[in-house]
């Protein structure tokens, strides 16, 4: 009896041994590519001027970064955002941002992406093509300028000043809301607008601005995964 017990605690021990070995060998062994799709493993794109090869960690057993690790941010201000910010403004996800980072980088001047956030936020990373455009340089209630919105619409957003118009028409246009008479959309760019994710009210305040400004909706696009979901994909970032 004594000996089969021996056999038996020999024989379970020598299948702990195995499973262990085993396991710390996987756990050591080459990482599995990490695509973006599976048709689709990195894109190549430009972020000033200079190529940046967007993909996902290719760690296997990375994790989000600390910065956007806390789930319990005071609401309000962070206060979860709806997938849906009406008016005919689309909703988007990581694949279609990437498209458009790649269309803009193929000479696309028609799309812009823009990072609606605050520059200390943004100093931390953002996405490749992006450009800083921070929400309360179109919110007149945060200090924007007529000067400055003019500044942002005509010279990054391809609006232009309708014939005649000045910063006073502009200006009494958009407090009485009657933007139309102003500005001129017809060749105004498809935005992709995001800020730090479905916690984050910066890009759908830039948004509200621009459909108050009469920008079309249909030119507005919203990126509400933002850098949360960005950061937990493990997506390339740039600085």
Same mark, same amino acid.
């Given at each position: 009896?004594?000996?089969?017990?021996?056999?038996?605690?020999?024989?379970?021990?020598?299948?702990?041994?195995?499973? !262990?070995?085993?396991?710390? =060998?996987?756990?050591?062994?080459? !990482?599995?590519?990490?695509?973006?799709?599976?048709?689709?493993?990195?894109?190549?794109?430009?972020?000033?001027?200079?190529?940046?090869?967007?993909?996902?960690?290719?760690?296997?057993?990375?994790?989000? %970064?600390? =910065?956007? =690790?806390?789930?319990?941010?005071?609401?309000?201000?962070?206060?979860?955002?709806?997938?849906?910010?009406?008016?005919?403004?689309?909703?988007?996800?990581?694949?279609?941002?990437?498209?458009? !980072?790649?269309?803009?980088?193929?000479? &696309?001047?028609?799309?812009?992406?823009?990072?609606?956030?605050?520059?200390?936020?943004? !100093?931390?990373?953002?996405?490749?093509?992006?450009?800083?455009?921070?929400?309360?340089?179109?919110?007149?209630?945060?200090?924007?300028?007529?000067?400055?919105?003019?500044?942002?619409?005509?010279?990054?957003?391809?609006?232009?000043?309708?014939?005649?118009?000045?910063?006073? &028409?502009?200006?009494?246009?958009?407090?009485?809301?009657?933007?139309?008479?102003?500005?001129?959309?017809?060749?105004?760019?498809?935005?992709?607008?995001?800020?730090?994710?479905?916690?984050?009210?910066?890009?759908?305040?830039?948004?509200?601005?621009?459909?108050?400004?009469?920008?079309?909706?249909?030119? %507005?696009?919203?990126?509400?995964?933002?850098?949360?979901?960005?950061?937990?994909?493990?997506?390339?970032?740039?600085?």
């Amino acid at each position: 009896m004594k000996l089969v017990k021996i056999l038996t605690a020999l024989t379970v021990m020598a299948g702990l041994t195995l499973t !262990a070995t085993s396991a710390q =060998a996987g756990s050591h062994g080459k !990482a599995k590519p990490v695509g973006i799709t599976p048709s689709m493993a990195s894109v190549m794109v430009k972020h000033n001027g200079h190529d940046v090869k967007l993909e996902r960690n290719q760690n296997n057993k990375a994790v989000v %970064i600390p =910065a956007f =690790a806390k789930t319990s941010r005071p609401c309000p201000p962070f206060c979860i955002q709806p997938i849906s910010l009406g008016g005919g403004v689309q909703t988007i996800g990581e694949v279609e941002v990437i498209n458009y !980072a790649k269309k803009m980088s193929d000479g &696309d001047k028609s799309i812009l992406i823009v990072d609606s956030r605050t520059p200390d936020w943004v !100093a931390k990373g953002t996405i490749p093509t992006a450009v800083n455009v921070s929400w309360v340089e179109l919110t007149p209630k945060k200090g924007a300028t007529t000067e400055g919105i003019i500044k942002v619409m005509t010279g990054q957003f391809g609006v232009k000043l309708k014939a005649g118009k000045d910063d006073v &028409d502009v200006d009494e246009a958009i407090a009485g809301g009657d933007t139309a008479s102003v500005f001129d959309f017809s060749g105004a760019k498809t935005l992709v607008m995001f800020c730090n994710g479905m916690w984050c009210g910066q890009s759908p305040a830039s948004i509200a601005a621009l459909r108050k400004f009469g920008y079309p909706t249909s030119k %507005i696009k919203y990126y509400r995964g933002g850098m949360q979901d960005w950061a937990i994909l493990g997506l390339t970032t740039v600085k």
